[in-house]
């Protein structure tokens, strides 16, 4: 399997996981009558491809062998995968960065996909695991 499918195999867990999410939510906003403007809805717009376009870019300056360093690759990954689901415009909200905390420590809380997470990462970014 190459790199390319593994990222989309994951990005497809994150989307279900999203809208799963987003299912059971509404429900709730609803009855908090939360407007319309606030709700968000999944774009599909990043393909594998330019995800790990932009991750190259970023992972050059981190060494994934260490655990800050690669706890920060993760969440530049879920940053990335959140703007790329829902627009540039979710990045400016002052919640974003807690929100990316929060899914890449559920992420990580999952040993299958905390490894495969971290297997991925350093593949792209062409670091031996240690």
């Not at 594998?48 to 970023?58: G, R």
């Not at 920060?72 to 959140?82: T, Y």
Request: proline content about 5%; overall charge neutral; hydrophobic content about 40%.
């Amino acid at each position: 399997m190459t790199t390319v499918d593994r990222l989309g195999g994951l990005l497809a867990q994150i989307r279900s996981s999203l809208i799963k999410r987003n299912a059971k939510g509404s429900a709730t906003r609803e009855a908090t009558s939360v407007s319309p403007q606030s709700r968000l809805a999944p774009q599909h717009s990043a393909s594998p491809e330019s995800i790990k376009a932009s991750l190259l870019s970023h992972l050059s300056t981190l060494d994934l062998n260490v655990g800050g360093d690669l706890q920060r690759a993760r969440q530049l990954f879920v940053e990335l995968v959140l703007v790329s689901e829902f627009g540039a415009h979710i990045a400016s909200d002052q919640r974003f960065p807690q929100m990316a905390c929060k899914v890449e420590q559920a992420m990580a809380s999952d040993p299958r996909i905390s490894d495969d997470l971290s297997d991925l990462l350093r593949e792209i970014a062409g670091t031996p695991a240690q």
